[in-house]
Nanobody, 119 residues
Framework: QAQLVESGGKLVQAGDSLRLSCAASGISFSYYPMGWFRQAPGKEREFVALIMWTPGNTDYADSVKGRFTISRDNAKNTVYLQMNSLKPEDTAVYFC????????????WGQGTQVTVSS
């Protein structure tokens, strides 16, 4: 049974840094591209970052480019999101998800972790 568990979210101040983790189990982790999404109150869920199964192949939303870095450790079945220079508008529930390798479809989702950035 596939399971993705996010951790690391908390209340921080604007300008702070935070690293989120997403631990996967029940899937062949190294096979899947992994993404991070977020959903702010009253807004739709939006794409944040993606890392393919090959190292260094990443993509970011324009709103986080240059501030956030996605990475993965296949030996630990974990994907990370390093968030620097956080802004109040980064406040959201952050989700990780596993994507079908040759598709845009995300098959598995975590429950999310809350990140709150105070001004």
């Amino acid at each position: 049974q596939a399971q993705l568990v996010e951790s690391g979210g908390k209340l921080v101040q604007a300008g702070d840094s935070l690293r989120l983790s997403c631990a996967a189990s029940g899937i062949s982790f190294s096979y899947y591209p992994m993404g991070w999404f977020r959903q702010a109150p009253g807004k739709e869920r939006e794409f944040v970052a993606l890392i393919m199964w090959t190292p260094g192949n990443t993509d970011y939303a324009d709103s986080v480019k240059g501030r956030f870095t996605i990475s993965r450790d296949n030996a630990k079945n974990t994907v990370y999101l390093q968030m620097n220079s956080l802004k109040p508008e980064d406040t959201a529930v952050y989700f990780c998800a596993a994507r079908k390798r040759w598709s845009q479809e995300y098959m598995y989702w975590g429950q999310g972790t809350q990140v709150t950035v105070s001004s």
